[in-house]
């Protein structure tokens, strides 16, 4: 996600069939901003896909694909729905206007154009969306740990489920409890116990590469790990690595049951058809697998 106002960072994307329009429109933003230009709606969808514009100054008349159809096709697609686009064109129907709001535009820059207004147009619409971006991502963060919550867990994790089963790739679900974190709270009070929750996280989480696998914060002393494209063996090495990792900090716990230091417990499945079965049973398999590796002694994992 991009920091808020680093404009200099915005891609902005022109979409026209005439050059001289996309010259003159290059021309006022090309300071501000990283300017790609496509001549045709086909070209323009390369370009979304390989660069993901911030926004998109769309014209409405173009052979081929239109500005309009380019703009219901992106607005149906959850990916790139929240690309805000500027239709630039001349108005001489208002109907036209009516169409452009309908394909789900945020606004528009007449023909001909008044470079004021395009820039400061293209400024305001960039700082909401940013705001937005912002505003979401806090909302899908844990307030204590700075990892993702549960909430990011329901969006993403059914995005990343649905990527493994397209893909025909094993798809795996680890859920990490702490040790006996109760007596821990009891025997160094709470706030030691919330640092605790931190350290695990942070610990955890710089063993987690982004790309293909989401950590969260389950609930109080609970995470989850999703992982896609991972093979059994694989995933066992990596749990093993979390779980010796979180020994090795070191924490003392003296309350604990199985070790002189704060340790995990961890239940995982690896789906090797995930096209076959729901996340949430998943989910609800690993918890079982957790239970297990608690009643069999904890600080283990079963895989
Ligand atoms: P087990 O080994 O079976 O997991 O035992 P446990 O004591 O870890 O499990 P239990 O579910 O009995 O206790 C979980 C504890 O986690 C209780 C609760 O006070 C604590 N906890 C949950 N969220 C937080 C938090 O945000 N901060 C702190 N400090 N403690 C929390
Ligand atoms: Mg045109
Ligand atoms: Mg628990
Ligand atoms: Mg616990």
């Not at 003296?254 to 998943?282: I, M, N, T, Y």
């Not at 609800?284 to 283990?300: H, P």
């Amino acid at each position: 996600m991009m920091a808020l106002f680093d404009f200099q960072l915005a891609n902005v994307l022109i979409v026209d069939d005439q050059v001289s329009n996309i010259q003159l429109i290059y021309q006022v933003l090309k300071d501000d901003y990283n300017v790609y230009m496509a001549r045709s709606g086909t070209e323009a969808i390369d370009l979304i896909k390989s660069k993901r514009p911030d926004i998109i100054l769309l014209d409405v008349y173009m052979p081929e694909l239109t500005g309009l159809e380019l703009c219901q096709i992106l607005k149906a697609d959850p990916y790139y729905s929240d690309i805000p686009i500027i239709f630039i064109t001349s108005f001489t129907d208002p109907a036209q206007e009516v169409a452009c709001w309908e394909a789900g535009g945020v606004d528009f820059v007449q023909k001909p154009i008044n470079q004021l207004t395009l820039s400061r147009r293209v400024k305001a619409h960039l700082t909401l969306k940013f705001q937005a971006d912002v505003l979401k991502h806090i909302a899908n963060l844990d307030g204590l740990t700075g990892i993702y919550n549960r909430r990011y867990l329901d969006e993403q994790g059914a995005a990343l489920f649905c990527h493994s089963q397209k893909q025909g790739e094993a798809f795996s679900v680890v859920m990490f409890d702490i040790d006996y974190f109760k007596g821990f709270n009891d025997q160094y009070g709470h706030l030691m116990g919330d640092d605790c929750l931190k350290a695990v996280a942070h610990c955890i989480k710089g063993l987690v590469s982004d790309e293909k696998e989401i950590l969260v914060r389950y609930g109080g002393e609970e995470f989850i790990l999703l992982i896609s494209g991972k093979s059994k063996q694989q995933v066992g090495r990596l749990v093993d690595t979390i779980c010796q990792a979180v020994s090795a900090l070191k924490i003392p716990h003296e309350s604990s049951g199985c070790s002189d230091f704060v340790s995990l417990s961890a239940g995982g499945l690896v789906c090797e058809h995930p096209e076959r079965v729901e996340l949430k049973s998943l989910i609800e398999r690993s918890d079982v697998l957790l239970y297990q590796a608690k009643s069999e002694g904890r600080n283990r994992a079963v895989i």
